[in-house]
């Protein structure tokens, strides 16, 4: 089974602007949940959507938004991109369902840099 | 609110030797899961080893083994045999069924040959 994909893997991107990264999860996984990576603050949760429906939601501005897509590939948006936004940013996948165990499966994550 | 507590930021050892990463959590729920998981420089996180709160038995993966006590809220990683690929940053983590994972702030692991 491939993994999870994400694209791209590193982008850098100027203050003001908007940027859109993409996951791939694991066939077969209705799941994804994305998380930001960094130094201050380590492993933060932002969103997880299941059958296309966003099921968690984690403490981040309405500036970080996400989709999903009927074939379980979802995508992050963040727009006006301030300098604290530069971050590893993971996706994972998962069953999502009354099979799961809990565990996630993660992708290498786009590294964001802000200008 | 959930939180989970790595307390040792590094952590080193000789190749062969054994070494514990410590974690506790402070949670009320009294179902629950709880995670290391294994970052290595590549980025990409793997899970080494899953508990369920209401197993008594600690869990074990080849090398890697737990000693999780309830009571307390800790959930220790024992790694047995260190090898130089165990090298990477390591993640305790605790989640309940359809929840986000909480992560601690991570234990880097050096293995010295």
Same mark, same amino acid.
């Given at each position: 089974?491939?993994? =999870? ?5 590193? $982008?850098?991107?100027?203050? @003001?602007?908007? =940027?859109? $990264? ?9 799941? =994804? ?28 501005? @309405?500036?970080? &938004?996400?989709?999903?897509? &009927?074939? &379980?590939?979802?995508?992050?948006? =963040? ?8 971050? $590893? ?17 993660? @992708? ?8 | 609110?959930?939180?989970? !507590? ?14 514990? #990463?410590?974690? !506790?959590?402070? !949670? /009320? ?12 420089? /590549? ?15 600690? +869990? ?15 959930? /220790?990683?024992?790694? /047995?045999?260190?090898? #130089?690929?165990? +090298?990477?940053?390591?993640?305790? +983590? ?6 986000? #994972? ?6 880097? #692991?050096?293995?010295?040959?």
């Amino acid at each position: 089974k491939a993994g =999870v994909t994400q694209t791209p893997r590193y $982008l850098i991107k100027t203050r @003001g602007q908007q =940027v859109t $990264l993409s996951c791939s999860p694991i066939s077969g996984h209705r799941s =994804v949940s994305w998380y930001q990576q960094t130094p201050g603050q380590g492993l933060q949760f932002l969103f997880e959507y299941f059958s296309e429906t966003q099921r968690n939601k984690g403490n981040f501005p @309405g500036r970080f &938004s996400g989709r999903q897509f &009927s074939n &379980s590939r979802s995508e992050m948006n =963040v727009s006006t991109l301030e300098l604290g936004d530069s971050a $590893l940013y993971l996706c994972a996948s998962s069953s999502g369902d009354r099979a799961n165990t809990g565990e996630l499966f993660f @992708g290498e994550g786009s590294r964001l840099t802000v200008l | 609110a959930q939180t989970v !507590t790595q307390s040792q930021p590094e952590m080193s050892v000789q190749e062969a030797e054994t070494v514990t #990463l410590s974690c !506790t959590y402070d !949670t /009320s729920e009294s179902d629950y899961y709880l995670f290391w998981y294994k970052q290595p420089p /590549s980025r990409q996180m793997i899970l080494v080893i899953r508990q369920e709160a209401y197993k008594q038995q600690n +869990a074990t993966e080849n090398r890697f083994s737990v000693n999780f006590q309830k009571a307390a809220k800790s959930f /220790s990683l024992k790694i /047995s045999d260190s090898q #130089l690929g165990d +090298a990477a940053m390591y993640f305790c +983590a605790y989640s309940r069924f359809r929840e986000k #994972l909480t992560f601690g702030t991570g234990t880097r #692991l050096t293995i010295i040959p």
